[in-house]
């Protein structure tokens, strides 16, 4: 833009020459955005795991039967597909699929 400024370009050669370049931009901008939004996720992930961890270490016992803590802490929704299959969702987005 700077050279336009000084030299004599028609509108043609200019977008000619800079089009490229500005949807050379846009797309290392929209991924600069699709990696910030997989940080802040993984973020969240690990906060969560260590939420997970922190309530693990706190109990003093070996877990012989359901803890409602810890399965707050891990699923997010159990799914019922039918009267023979059912899904667990946990928090981090994993998919687990039961048959009963």
């Known amino acids: 833009m700077e050279e ?5 370009l ?9 089009n490229p370049l500005t949807k050379r931009y846009e797309a290392i901008e ?15 992930k690990q906060e969560r795991i260590e939420e997970f ?9 070996i877990l012989t039967e359901l803890d409602d803590g ?3 802490a891990v699923i997010e929704v159990v799914k019922v597909n039918s009267e023979r299959k059912i899904t667990f969702v946990f928090k981090d ?4 699929q039961w048959n009963i």
């Open 30 to 44: 929209n991924k600069i955005t699709e990696i910030n939004n997989k940080r802040i996720e993984r973020t969240a």
């Open 4 to 8: 336009n400024g000084y030299t004599a």
């Open 10 to 18: 028609d509108r043609a050669e200019y977008e000619e020459r800079y």
């Open 70 to 72: 810890i399965w707050n």
């Open 93 to 96: 987005g994993f998919k687990l």
């Open 53 to 61: 961890i922190k309530i693990l270490e706190k109990s003093s016992t």
